[in-house]
Structure formats: C-alpha cells, structure tokens
C-alpha cells in the first residue's frame, strides 16, 4: 500500500495548513489511519488517528483543539487540519495505515507514506 502526504509548507505561527493522505486501492475504508510527525534530531511521535469510519478519533495532547483528523472514504484520502501553528509544530509529516484497531504507537502501522514538510516561522 503506497501513501503520498501532501499539503506542507511554510507558514507563519497562528496559520493553518490543510495536510492530505491519499491511499489508492479499494480497502481504505478498512484502515485506520494515523498520522505521526518528526523533527530534527527529535523520535517521531504521534499526532492523530482516526478509526476506518470515523466514528473515533484520538489526538495527542499538543495538538488537542488546534488539529483536526477527518477522512473521505469516497476519496480514499485522510485529512490534518492543522490551525494555530506554532513554531514547535515544526516537522516532516507523515500519514500511515494499520488494519482494524486504533492505535497511537507507530510500531503498530504497517504501511507509512513519504512524509510533507511543514515549517512554522515564529
């Protein structure tokens, strides 16, 4: 399963950006898809999940009332919406899928995508 993250790019803090997964194939609707983010010289770490019909989403705590995780079945694509950026919020992107049960580890998703950079001017 091949993942493309799209939609980064360099704001200024208080802006938004809309960050967009597309998942080809006809099981997307199967997934539960994540999405993780990573700064330099920092682990990865998780942002948010959103279960296969979005009846149960989960965030981090850095990013509660400010993301937004939403998903399109129809597109097959999964959605960050990301408003109040700040400078911290500073990382490469990246949306990942596992089967059935939502999780907020990244060693529990199988399939992983190339990441999208987004970059917070103070």
């Known amino acids: 399963v091949q993942l493309q993250a799209s939609g980064g790019g360099l704001v200024q803090a208080g802006g938004s950006l809309r960050l967009s997964c597309a998942v080809p194939?006809?099981?997307?609707?199967?997934?539960?898809m994540g999405w993780f983010r990573q700064a330099p010289g920092k682990e990865r770490e998780f942002v948010a999940a959103?279960?296969?019909?979005?009846?149960?989403?989960l965030y981090s705590d850095f990013v509660k009332g400010r993301f937004t995780i939403s998903r399109d079945n129809a597109k097959n694509t999964v959605y960050l919406q990301t408003n109040g950026l700040k400078p911290e919020d500073t990382a490469v992107y990246s949306c990942?899928?596992?089967?059935?049960?939502?999780?907020?580890?990244?060693?529990?998703?199988?399939?992983w995508g190339l990441g999208t950079l987004v970059t917070v001017s103070s």
């Open positions: 990942a899928a596992r089967l059935f049960t939502i999780s907020t580890s990244a060693d529990d998703y199988d399939y």
């Open positions: 194939g006809r099981i997307f609707r199967s997934y539960v």
């Open positions: 959103i279960r296969w019909n979005g009846d149960l989403t």
